[in-house]
T-cell receptor, first 110, second 114 residues
């Protein structure tokens, strides 16, 4: 089945810097890659997603890139703000179910 | 807005007790899921259902069962709770879209088994 590896597990940046979180997946048939953000004490929420026929997608300060050949995808957050502090999960849809990475705790220091 | 409601935010149970976690969604979604969230382990799928009375095992189904008698309700059952089932349980639902499988999560149920 699908296996998703996510790195780093923790990431600390200064406000205004960029943050990058990377994920790899194992199932070449996976075709949908969402990213979820979970603020402390709250439910995970979808922030951006990408399909396998697209290489990059942007939404304001966040962007996701996908390299199907290498089977990895990344989340890029530019001009980070304290409210970006959260746990971020990548996921891959393979074999009819969504498999999540273990999460990255991002801390943005003012 | 989609609303996914989990019946209990916090539960404390004793080893061997039968535990029911209830989840209700109000958007007529076909798909419903139960995940378990543990620090450093991410979100792991326990069971999921794509239709009423239908269920599929996820990655960690051992020790759990589910029930989906109505489209809006998906229950997770721990037949005999054990201490290693102490965790945060998250229910989610999604519409049957092929291209965008967004999950809508509930607030979570934090279960402690003593």
């Amino acid at each position: 089945g699908e296996n998703v590896e996510q790195h780093p597990s923790t990431l600390s940046v200064q406000e205004g810097d960029s943050a990058v979180i990377k994920c790899t997946y194992s199932d070449s048939a996976s075709n949908y890659f969402p990213w979820y953000k979970q603020e402390l004490g709250k439910r995970p929420q979808l922030i951006i997603d990408i399909r396998s026929n697209v290489g990059e997608k942007k939404d304001q300060r966040i962007a996701v890139t996908l390299n199907k050949t290498a089977k990895h995808f990344s989340l890029h957050i530019t001009e980070t703000q304290p409210e970006d502090s959260a746990v971020y999960f990548c996921a891959a849809f393979g074999s009819e179910k969504l498999v999540f990475g273990k999460g990255t705790k991002l801390t943005v220091n003012p | 807005d989609v609303k996914v409601t989990q019946s209990s935010r916090y539960l404390v149970k004793r080893t061997g007790e039968k535990v029911f976690l209830e989840c209700v969604q109000d958007m007529d979604h076909e798909n419903m899921f139960w995940y378990r969230q543990d620090p450093g382990l991410g979100l792991r799928l326990i069971y999921f259902s794509y239709d009423v009375k239908m269920k599929e095992k996820g990655d960690i189904p051992e020790g759990y069962s589910v029930s989906r008698e109505k489209k809006e309700r998906f229950s997770l059952i721990l037949e005999s709770a054990s201490t290693n089932q102490t965790s945060m349980y998250l229910c989610a639902s999604s519409p049957p879209r092929v291209l965008r499988r967004e999950l809508f999560f509930g607030e979570g149920s934090r279960l402690t088994v003593l």
